[in-house]
């Protein structure tokens, strides 16, 4: 129904000096009180994303519908809305009470009804009597507990959350985890919640936008994003994957690791695409049996389950398994998979395109990332760039490279490099595409 | 082999005796002697029976606390729209700010008696408000800096969360940004009062007089009565030790925000 949307973005950018693109076009739905999480590696613009709905930041364009109404330029004291900050920022001068009922009194309420309400606040969080305390003489986890009581004393429509656990150990997050999930349903209030920890995504929400580069990548349940990755950069990011390159030898069969293995997903044979398939989704078996058969180059116990690893026949392949039983390092090993486990994603055909001067002629130049190559020889490549994201693909690693002029290119090498790392692209002559663009006049 | 951590001490410590714990005891020796080298505490009371040294005191006082409050007024303003990044470029502003200090006193204070005659026709005439001028322009640097230290100091977060929580510009300085930089503010304060208080060349200049601490010690000496000056050196060190003491403590920052080790 369209009357629950709280909140819409349509269209939202936002880049520094006109040159840095941290958001690029992003539009979104978000309904009331809904938990939704925006996920990301660090510098994917979730938090500026966060930020902007906040009012600390103004996107450079388009618009932040707050019930239908244009807010994106509203500064942060006129929005219903409150931020839990990453480190919390409670008023250092000030006690429990006060950090509290600072809102409050902004607002001018009768003391006594300050009064209960700080009260009711610190009940939620579980704080009672801690009024006087000094914020210096609380703990991290009780920090964060009075920063979302001083939030939602407030009563916004929307709780806007930093990154708010990145700051305590683990198992004080897994228990705030669940406490910040209860007094979700307890108050009802939206919560927008940024973290780059995809199982606490997993964990706390009812909506997951999975962001990459200022663009979002996929918005899902939790389940769905984790099982039908809608890309090689969700599926890699949201759990462990095994990422195979391959191509579909019928409507509903898969040819990868030099075998047919039948999907789920039907693609007219032919087309070439991404397999995708979980750790937890390969069985072990022995070598005779198996269906992808393969050395074990290590196994490594993680509590609950062994991660071991497979090295492929063709000694270029590595696949992730987990299991119950131990395997030992050395030993043949067969891998079985079921039809339901095979996620199969079109192939990124993404041709890299640049422009070119060639005998006095401007030309639209493509290539296709796995014709090219990686070098650390700033001079030897066409193109100069910075490693920017790195996906495991079974048997080799696909780069974003962001070149100087600040495009992005796509290259995959089966060597692996760093991200940060300055590389020149080195492209062979004939596998460019020319096109010629115009004549020099 | 041990780390001589002690004996790098023995420089300063040296340094430490000749020059200001044996100079303490000299003043000590000759306000509490008469010129005999007797014990007298004549001395003493004369400096609270005099009118003129108690006059002075007092006037002294009312200086150090006008140019104070003035430097304040001025310094905050600028210290804050420097450090909350207003500016394009606070670093060189701060660097023209604090570029007088750079010139000698003297050169600068007579500087500001020339442009003060333009305004005022004769200097003479407004002795009073021409010292609290002079030591408000002598001064000002050390409000600023320490005031735009601790402001910068401050996590944009909590300006941030202030806002967040419906506070108007006006009650976040109030509420947060005022209360979060007082270590600033009383450090400055310090700065300026205790040198106001015992201030020489400017009252020297401005005022051609000895109403104020220093000149009276001055004319003292001058008299060569070495034990009713170094009586008012001990008053005035004693007054500034109370007033030092009676401060408020600078808080202690906490590093720790809480977290992981809890």
Not at chain 1, 264 to 290: F, H, K, M
Not at chain 1, 375 to 389: L, R, T
Not at chain 2, 123 to 142: Q, V
């Amino acid at each position: 129904m369209e009357d629950k949307i709280i909140i819409e973005l349509k269209n939202i950018k936002k880049s520094y000096d006109g040159e840095t693109t941290v958001i690029s076009d992003i539009n979104l739905k978000i309904k009331k009180g809904e938990f939704v999480t925006l996920l990301g590696p660090s510098g994917c613009g979730k938090t500026t994303l966060l930020r902007m709905i906040g009012g600390f930041e103004v996107p450079t364009g388009g618009e932040i519908l707050l019930h239908g109404e244009d807010i994106a330029t509203l500064p942060p004291n006129e929005r219903p809305v409150n931020t839990v900050f990453q480190k919390y920022a409670l008023f250092p001068h000030m006690n429990v009470y006060e950090n509290i009922a600072f809102g409050l009194k902004l607002k001018k309420l009768p003391k006594e009804e300050v009064q209960k309400k700080v009260k009711r606040a610190l009940e939620v969080v579980d704080l009672e009597g801690f009024e006087k305390r000094k914020i210096n003489t609380l703990s991290g986890g009780q920090q964060q507990r009075i920063a979302i009581a001083r939030a939602i004393v407030n009563e916004p429509e929307i709780l806007l959350l930093d990154e708010p656990l990145g700051a305590l150990d683990y198992k004080m997050r897994r228990e705030m985890q669940l406490e910040l999930k209860l007094m979700h349903e307890e108050l009802g209030i939206t919560f927008i919640f940024v973290t780059h920890d995809q199982e606490e995504a997993l964990t706390m929400s009812d909506r997951i936008v999975v962001l990459s580069r200022g663009h979002i990548q996929q918005v899902g349940r939790p389940e769905d994003i984790y099982s039908i990755p809608r890309n090689a950069f969700v599926a890699d990011f949201i759990g462990e994957s095994n990422i195979f390159h391959g191509k579909m030898s019928g409507y509903k069969t898969v040819e990868f690791l030099e075998d047919e293995f039948s999907c789920e997903d039907g693609y007219p044979a032919g087309t070439e695409v991404e397999v995708v398939i979980r750790p937890e989704g390969l069985t072990p078996c022995s070598y005779e049996e198996g269906k992808i058969k393969g050395e074990v180059i290590s196994c490594v116990f993680k509590g609950t389950y062994y991660e071991t690893t497979v090295l492929y026949e063709d000694q270029k392949s590595e696949v992730v398994v987990y299991s119950k039983k131990r395997m030992e390092v050395g030993a043949k090993a067969g891998l079985l998979v079921e039809p339901e486990d095979i996620h199969v994603m079109l192939y990124d055909t993404h041709k890299n395109h640049f422009v070119v001067e060639k005998d006095g002629s401007m030309y639209d130049a493509y290539f296709s990332p796995s014709d090219a190559k990686l070098s650390d020889d700033a001079e030897e490549g066409c193109v100069k760039g910075n490693i920017v994201s790195i996906i495991y693909k079974g048997d080799h690693y696909s780069y974003t490279v962001v070149s100087e002029e600040n495009k992005n290119y796509f290259v995959n090498d089966e060597y692996l490099w760093n991200t940060g790392d300055m590389v020149s692209i080195i492209i062979p002559e004939e596998k460019i595409e020319y096109n010629l663009l115009k004549e020099e006049a | 082999m041990k780390f001589p951590g002690r004996r790098l001490s023995i420089p300063y410590a040296l340094f430490l005796l000749f020059f200001v714990v044996l100079p303490l005891v000299i003043v000590f020796y000759y306000a509490f002697t008469d010129g005999s080298g007797q014990f007298t505490l004549e001395n003493f009371l004369n400096f609270f029976q005099n009118p003129k040294t108690m006059g002075t005191l007092v006037y002294s006082l009312v200086i150090a606390i006008l140019t104070t409050l003035l430097a304040l007024v001025l310094a905050y303003p600028t210290a804050y729209i420097l450090a909350m990044g207003y500016v394009k470029n606070p670093r060189l502003l701060l660097v023209i700010f604090i570029t007088p200090m750079w010139i000698n006193s003297v050169l600068r204070l007579t500087a500001l008696k020339e442009i003060l005659s333009a305004i005022e026709g004769n200097i003479a005439y407004y002795p009073f408000i021409n010292t609290i001028l002079g030591m408000t322009y002598d001064f000002l640097p050390f409000m600023i800096l320490p005031i735009y230290n601790s402001i910068t100091k401050i996590d944009v977060s909590l300006k941030e969360a202030a806002l967040d929580l419906g506070a108007s510009n006006r009650s976040v300085l109030w509420k947060v940004m005022i209360p979060l930089s007082m270590p600033g503010i009383i450090s400055g304060i310090t700065m300026v009062f205790l040198p106001a208080m015992t201030n020489y060349v400017v009252l020297d200049l401005m005022y051609n007089s000895t109403y104020i601490m220093g000149s009276l010690i001055g004319s003292y000496f001058n008299a060569y009565d070495w034990n009713r000056g170094a009586m008012v050196s001990a008053v005035l060190l004693l007054s500034i030790a109370l007033l030092s003491f009676s401060e408020k403590p600078e808080r202690k920052e906490k590093v720790k925000v809480g977290g992981v080790s809890e």
